[in-house]
């Protein structure tokens, strides 16, 4: 099984700060997904990336995988308090056949202060 | 539109105690279906997936069982709780495996065992 490595563990900032948080891996994944979970919820999708290089933009959030596909960044232009929550990363690996497993991180915590 | 009913949203169990937990999916058929557990609001865990009724695979050797008696409801048992069985137990469905596989999470279950 391969491991994915999300760096920071924990970041509190203020509204209206810029962030970057990191999801790191090894080993090759065919896509990776990144996940919002809010306290007492399920994770919810936010994107899905493929290709090795690609980048996505959803509103205020881009998101970054690597050229190799071992490695992912999420970045937060002007934090709001909305945007608080844990941020899984995902990694799919062909498990044999068409099949694929997901892999997650443990999260990044993220805490925007008003 | 397609929904994931988990309950109950809450538990507290003795030591010792049995355990069962539901989930059930609506507006598709044939998923994947999966139940997670996470430990202190952190990475997810697989513990069981089934890809159709009756096939259930094991990720993680422990006292805990997983049933899907009919296409749509997966069900998550203990015989006997442990403490460590403590955590936030997640349910999810996905369609089937492919390269973008989706996961789609219910609202959890916080088991305490005490």
């Known amino acids: 099984t391969q491991l994915l490595e999300q760096s920071p563990q924990f970041l509190s900032i203020q509204e209206g700060e810029n962030l970057t948080v990191y999801c790191n891996s090894s080993?090759?994944?065919?896509?990776l997904q990144w996940y919002r979970q809010e306290p007492g919820e399920g994770p919810v999708l936010l994107v899905t990336?493929?290709?090795?290089?690609e980048v996505k933009k959803l509103k205020r959030l881009t998101f970054q995988f690597g050229d190799a596909r071992k490695d992912s960044s999420l970045h937060i232009t002007a934090a709001q308090p909305g945007d608080t929550g844990l941020y899984l990363c995902?990694?799919?690996?062909?498990?044999?056949?068409?099949?694929?497993?997901?892999?997650f991180g443990k999260g990044t915590l993220l805490t925007v202060n008003p | 539109s397609q929904t994931i009913h988990q309950w109950p949203a809450t538990l507290v169990q003795p030591v010792g105690s049995p355990l069962s937990l539901e989930c059930t999916v609506e507006?598709?058929?044939?998923?994947?279906l999966y139940w997670y557990r996470q430990a202190a609001g952190r990475g997810l865990q697989l513990l069981f997936y089934?890809?159709?009724?009756?096939?259930i695979s094991s990720e993680v050797p422990q006292n805990l069982s997983a049933s899907r008696p009919q296409d749509r409801q997966f069900i998550l048992s203990s015989k006997k709780l442990l403490l460590s069985d403590s955590g936030f137990y997640l349910c999810?469905?996905?369609?089937?495996?492919?390269?973008?596989?989706?996961?789609?999470f219910g609202s959890g279950t916080q088991l305490s065992v005490l």
């Open positions: 999810a469905w996905s369609l089937k495996p492919g390269l973008n596989e989706k996961l789609f």
């Open positions: 080993s090759v994944f065919s896509s």
């Open positions: 990336v493929v290709t090795g290089g």
């Open positions: 995902a990694g799919a690996e062909n498990s044999g056949g068409s099949n694929y497993k997901l892999t």
């Open positions: 507006g598709t058929s044939n998923p994947n």
């Open positions: 089934s890809v159709g009724i009756g096939q």
